[in-house]
């Protein structure tokens, strides 16, 4: 992990994407913003909504069994 290339067309990483989630991008658009990836071919658009979805699920309080 965190190496890893996500976006072959414009080189951007795995982490490079999870630090723009932790920047506040929600969706795939802002991802893109931030980082460029996803911009060409879009082969690694439903990795980024992966990241996305995994991201939000892990906010949910729930997720993580915390309150009860
Ligand atoms: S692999 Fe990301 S746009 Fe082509």
Known sequence: MGR???CLCNLVTEKEILSA????AVSLHD????TGAGESCGRCRPIIENML?????NAEPNAQGRLF
């Open 21 to 24: 989630i932790r920047d506040g």
């Open 4 to 6: 890893k290339l996500v």
């Open 53 to 57: 979805n995994e991201a939000a699920v």
């Open 31 to 34: 991802v893109t913003e931030l």
